[in-house]
């Protein structure tokens, strides 16, 4: 293992390959802010350059530069703007947005590059370690796990549900699962819920929801009751993190990085599902008093996400370096360069070709590194996007929300949808209505609804829930998730009351 | 009626709208085959639409009592707000969205962020014009000749 860590650092410490890994970052950076691109569409974009340089090494140097800039992107426009351009960084605006308006853009950028960088490092290190033997697990998981795995997920919400809000944090989930099944489900085929509109035959667009959820009714918010988007005094004040808080987030960037490797191993599952999940996991073991603190600017809401949804993505690269299969969107974008680069991944892999394995291993070291050395100094001026005055600022965020949707489907329709869901979910903020979790019933309804049917199908009935028991263990580690923190509010005020009486 | 319990009332209708069309639309234009399915396209649409209705009805009837908090923006008071601007700028919006293939990317564009400035109180012409032309420009190039999206940017009429 050592000779081979060698051989790739050799590879990847040379002075072009360093350029490489520098200008990929730069691109996927400042690509990835624009919503609607996220790293899956940026790395397409970067194939034809890949290719053409011939070297698998560089190419795949330059690949992972571009995605781990892509998603440090993603995460800016999210924390700023509270625009997530990508479902991955969804739940950074949970706590990143908030910790934005409260003045301290800068130390929520910081925290989301040093998670990122710790979740990526830490999950190249598992998957140095652990990629031969995972690969096995991976194959354990079947439909019933999955779609348990994403019952789990949804149990995100309930850190949205505020006190005695509970059924309205459920209505929105619900909500957002009956969006998810208007269009064509992959395994009918039948068009369903679209009264008979043409648009809507390929369901809702994603980008469009979470501009319409998020970025539409703050930016109408900023326009009825004018703030500074700054804090109080307009500076950018604690762009560093106290050594206090440093110590805060340690235990969550370590437990958040193991999770979101794990997690994202699974093919399919992904760093959505391992941003939502880690934010949830943390939620529920902190301690009571910082669990109030999430959703409103608390930084363990914010590095969570971050750890595990970049950690994941480094264990999605476990079952395509091992054995093939690429489990996401990008990972199936990188296995068609490696192929185009006369590279085949799978088992033989590490025996035919080790110093490829090695190179994209040391490849991830190094762009995470690089980025996090690009990015700190950069952080200030990013974050003087707020310092932009509000009349130009305004109008240049509903246009980021209105390019995001239209890049996407190329559908001017789409953008009247926008519109039209950026009114509803303004008046659901209005009636204190949580908007979380539609958007999250919506990126998992989908994937919910396929895994629920083809277990049907496979065990011709529910009889998969008890048969299988780590499904029936994920299903009631969901319904645990659920009802502890409203019972823990329960016995909380049942003992504040007797507290009262006996006084 | 407080507006949540209005809200909901409107999503009651949604889902019975929506219940409606699973339980009693859906089935019958299935195909003979798909019926010895354990699980129809219809199955999950229908629990949602009986989960979503009991939800709704929980809050419309008033069983949760949520507690007041002190809100941003009161609801109740909303033209005390800026609520013309706020109008004015989704008006802006849906004229975007209706104007972007006829009259071309660049053209809406500069004009979108122009009078979004305009909207918001700014009046130094120049500067916005300028700023609305940068923008529309560097933005157009970015996606079109960068990374190869296609983005019509003059009117039809000049052939764009």
């Known amino acids: 293992m050592l000779e081979g860590l060698l051989t790739g650092l050799q590879t990847a410490l040379s002075l072009q390959n360093l350029l490489m ?25 970067m194939i034809p350059v ?157 980008i469009t929801l979470a501009m319409a959820m998020f970025a539409l009714p703050e930016a109408l918010f900023l326009v009825l009751k004018p703030k500074d988007l700054q804090g109080d005094n307009g500076e950018i004040k604690d762009l560093r993190i106290s050594r206090q808080e440093a110590r805060a987030i340690a235990p969550v960037i370590g437990r958040q990085s193991v999770q979101g490797f794990f997690i994202g191993v699974l093919p399919g599952a992904g760093a959505t ?19 109030d603190e999430f959703g409103k600017g608390s930084i363990k809401g914010l590095a969570a996400p971050e750890t595990a949804n970049n950690a994941a993505c480094t264990g999605s690269f476990v079952p395509l370096l091992t054995l093939g299969i690429p489990g996401s969107g990008t990972t199936a974008i990188l296995l068609g360069a490696l192929i185009a680069l006369n590279v085949t991944p799978g088992p033989r892999l590490m025996v035919d070709e080790p110093q490829i394995f090695w190179a994209v291993i040391m490849s991830m070291f190094i762009g995470n590194l690089v980025l996090l050395i690009l990015n700190l100094p950069l952080i200030p001026y990013i974050a003087k996007v707020l310092a932009v005055p509000r009349n130009y600022l305004i109008p240049f965020i509903l246009f980021f929300t209105l390019m995001g949707a239209y890049i996407g489907q190329n559908n001017a329709t789409e953008l009247l949808i926008l519109v039209g869901f950026g009114i509803a979910a303004t008046a659901l903020k209005f009636a204190d209505y949580p908007l979380a979790p539609l958007l999250i019933g919506f990126i998992l309804g989908g994937m919910m609804e396929d895994n629920f049917a083809r277990s049907m199908q496979l065990y011709d009935g529910v009889s998969f829930i008890w048969s299988r028991p780590m499904t029936l263990g994920l299903l009631i580690l969901a319904a645990v998730l659920v009802l502890l923190p409203s019972y823990r509010a329960r016995r909380a005020k049942a003992r504040a009351a007797g507290v009262a009486e006996g006084d | 009626m407080a507006l949540d319990r209005w809200i909901a009332l409107m999503l009651l209708g949604v889902c019975m709208v929506y219940g409606y069309t699973a339980w009693f639309t859906m089935d019958s234009s299935l195909a003979p085959f798909m019926q010895r399915n354990p699980i129809w396209p219809s199955t999950f649409p ?32 909303l033209w005390e707000y800026h609520l013309g601007q706020a109008v004015m700028l989704l008006a802006l919006m849906v004229a975007y969205a209706l104007c972007l293939r006829p009259l071309g990317f660049l053209g809406s564009t500069t004009a979108f962020l122009f009078l979004g400035a305009f909207i918001l109180g700014e009046r130094k012409y120049v500067t916005m014009l300028i700023i609305a032309l940068i923008a529309a420009g560097s933005i157009w190039y970015l996606v079109q000749e960068v990374l190869g999206i296609y983005m019509r940017p003059f009117p039809g009429f000049i052939g764009g």
Do not use: W
């Open chain 1, 273 to 291: 599902i391992a941003s939502f999940l880690g934010y949830a996991v943390e939620r529920n073991i902190a301690p009571k008093h910082e669990q």
């Open chain 2, 46 to 77: 229908k629990v949602l639409s009986i989960i979503g209705m009991a939800c709704a009805l929980f809050i419309l009837l008033g069983f949760e009592q949520a507690e007041e908090k002190e809100k941003d923006i009161d609801y109740r008071r």
């Open chain 1, 50 to 206: 890949a290719i053409s340089m011939g070297d698998p090494s560089a190419a795949l140097i330059l690949l992972a530069g571009v995605y781990y800039g892509a998603i440090f992107g993603g995460s800016t426009s999210s924390i700023l703007l509270n625009a997530p351009g990508v479902a991955g960084t969804v739940a950074s605006s949970f706590d990143g947005y908030p910790m934005a308006r409260n003045g301290q853009a800068g130390k929520a950028l910081t925290i989301a590059a040093i998670a990122s960088f710790a979740g990526g490092t830490l999950g190249a290190v598992l998957l140095m370690v652990f990629a031969p033997a995972l690969s096995s697990v991976a194959l354990l998981f079947h439909s019933p796990e999955y779609f348990a795995l994403m019952v789990v997920g949804l149990s995100a919400i309930a850190a949205f549900a505020g006190t005695g809000q509970v059924t309205k944090a459920i209505l929105m989930t619900v909500l957002g699962l009956i969006m998810a099944t208007v269009g064509e489900g992959a395994l009918f085929n039948l068009p369903r819920f679209t009264m008979g509109i043409m648009d809507l035959q390929s369901g809702f667009g994603f």
């Open chain 1, 21 to 45: 890994v520098i200008a990929g970052c730069l691109i996927g950076t400042f690509i990835g802010m624009l919503p609607g691109l996220g790293p899956m569409s940026i790395i397409a974009i």
